[in-house]
């Protein structure tokens, strides 16, 4: 047998679609709950990496973006960040898809990696867009940073490198104890599903 190939239709099944709605309101609430907390993280890429591990890239792409449009509505500094969400949905799918999320080592790189490009990713909009400050909860540790003298580059890597990590972690855990509760006929129909059987087994 060939090696199963995977494409765009593959990861937009009935089901997959009736996902994203869900990993959106998951976003939602996480992100608000984050922001009205003060916390310093952000709880707003759960549904995200939900999506992105269950049925693939395009689907984790799609529900990041369409969740900072939704969010963007109510604080449009949301907007800005619609790419860096949608590049969290595609860096977790395509590690889904290499089977990154079984062994516990893959898992902390993947975390690693997952924290990474979305630092990078949201660094220019952060820094150069809203001067480091853009109201979340790891935005006061950061002014608090720059007001002791840190440079604003310096300030933001320093806090977003531990509270995206954390944030990760989180939001990882969460979506693998919901993965791992879903039986087994239901699995095999996303796009990733399969991944997590073998894993069971």
Same mark, same amino acid.
């Given at each position: 047998?060939?090696?199963?190939?995977?494409?765009?239709?593959?990861?937009?099944?009935?089901?997959? %679609?009736?996902?994203?709605? #869900?990993?959106?309101?998951? !976003?939602? *609430?996480?992100?608000?709950?984050?922001?009205?907390?003060? $916390? @310093?993280?952000?709880?707003?890429? %759960?549904?995200?990496?939900?999506?992105?591990?269950?049925?693939?890239?395009?689907?984790?792409?799609?529900?990041?973006?369409?969740? !900072? *449009?939704?969010?963007?509505?109510? +604080?449009?500094? !949301?907007?800005?960040? =619609?790419?860096? +969400?949608?590049?969290?949905?595609?860096?977790?799918?395509?590690?889904? &898809?290499?089977?990154?999320?079984?062994?516990?080592?893959?898992?902390?790189?993947?975390?690693?990696?997952?924290?990474? #490009?979305? =630092?990078? /990713?949201?660094? @220019?909009?952060?820094? $150069?867009?809203?001067?480091?400050?853009?109201?979340?909860?790891? /935005?006061?540790?950061?002014?608090?940073?720059?007001?002791?003298?840190?440079?604003?580059?310096?300030?933001?890597?320093?806090?977003?490198?531990?509270?995206?990590?954390?944030?990760? #972690?989180? /939001?990882?855990?969460?979506?693998?104890?919901?993965?791992?509760?879903?039986?087994? &006929?239901?699995?095999?129909?996303?796009?990733?599903?399969? !991944?997590?059987?073998?894993?069971?087994?």
């Amino acid at each position: 047998m060939g090696k199963k190939k995977y494409s765009i239709k593959d990861d937009f099944s009935m089901l997959a %679609i009736l996902v994203i709605p #869900v990993g959106v309101a998951v !976003n939602f *609430v996480g992100g608000q709950l984050a922001s009205l907390l003060k $916390l @310093p993280m952000y709880l707003d890429t %759960i549904g995200t990496i939900f999506a992105a591990m269950l049925c693939g890239p395009w689907v984790g792409a799609v529900t990041g973006g369409l969740t !900072n *449009v939704v969010t963007g509505i109510a +604080n449009p500094v !949301n907007f800005a960040f =619609i790419p860096v +969400n949608v590049i969290a949905g595609l860096v977790t799918g395509f590690l889904a &898809r290499k089977q990154m999320f079984g062994v516990w080592w893959k898992w902390i790189l993947s975390m690693l990696i997952m924290a990474a #490009v979305s =630092i990078i /990713s949201s660094a @220019p909009i952060v820094v $150069l867009v809203y001067g480091g400050v853009t109201g979340g909860g790891t /935005s006061i540790i950061t002014a608090a940073a720059m007001a002791a003298g840190a440079n604003i580059w310096a300030a933001f890597f320093g806090t977003e490198g531990i509270f995206t990590v954390l944030d990760r #972690v989180i /939001s990882f855990v969460i979506c693998w104890l919901v993965i791992k509760v879903i039986p087994e &006929r239901t699995l095999v129909k996303f796009g990733c599903g399969s !991944n997590y059987i073998k894993e069971k087994k």
